[in-house]
């Protein structure tokens, strides 16, 4: 698009912003998620598939339970924050569409990304402490979930202290955590190397479609 006024100065392109946050009220919530996704497992009937993998099966936020209210809201509060940091100062409607997780030795997902989703995001309920295996390379990041560019290549030229040295973005989730990115974002879920079970709840956040939303490129 054509500037109409030239701006004088720098110009920031192509934003890739995402949410951090550390839910209030996550240590009273999370024993309830704990319980209630353990228990989803073990009445899951799709035999070979399991809560991840079925994950298009049903929707966790059409639950009606006290915690996954608590969740539903800080997630809505969050889109509708991210609109507005994002300068998109009209009425936006939408859905969220969820799923539990439970990773457990071994288990990791691949990179991807969520397509027919305008974002999405992940709710950290329960995250193992160290690893169970013997020896690995001194490099593994268990349990970590990494984001990466999407310009693919940004870093190629990348030099010292320029801000495309990091072609990924590395977090150690801890319980309470939830995050949420553009749904383009390619990531990476690093295996989990504990017997202990690595718990958390993923969401896309879907439009309602409108022509509203078409936006002005002539
Ligand atoms: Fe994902």
């Known amino acids: 698009m054509t500037q109409e006024v030239l701006r004088d100065g720098f110009v920031t392109l192509w934003p890739t912003i995402m949410v951090q946050r550390l839910l209030p009220g996550h240590e009273a919530n999370n024993p309830m998620f704990i319980e209630h996704i353990e228990a989803m497992e073990r009445q899951h009937e799709h035999g070979s598939k399991d809560l991840t993998t079925d994950f298009m099966s049903a929707n966790y936020f059409e639950l009606d339970l006290p915690h996954v209210g608590w969740l539903r809201n800080h997630i809505n509060q969050t889109v509708q924050t991210y609109f507005r940091e994002m300068g998109m100062n009209y009425e936006i409607r939408w859905v969220i ?3 539990a997780n439970i990773n457990r030795l071994g288990d990791y997902h691949e990179p991807h990304n969520h397509p027919r989703s305008y974002l999405s995001g992940t709710y950290y309920v329960k995250m193992p402490r160290g690893t169970d295996t013997e ?7 268990p349990n970590c979930i990494t984001f990466f560019d999407p310009r693919a290549t940004a870093n190629m030229t990348a030099i010292r202290d320029d801000p495309y040295v990091a072609y990924e973005h590395t977090v150690q989730p801890r319980p309470g955590l939830m995050m949420m ?8 879920v690093h295996p989990n190397l504990s017997k202990d079970t690595r718990i958390s709840v993923s969401f896309n956040i879907v439009l309602h479609w409108s022509d509203s939303y078409l936006p002005d490129t002539a």
């Open 97 to 99: 569409q969820g799923w």
């Open 135 to 141: 020896s690995n390379r001194s490099d593994v990041r």
């Open 181 to 188: 990115w553009p749904s383009f974002v390619n990531h990476f």
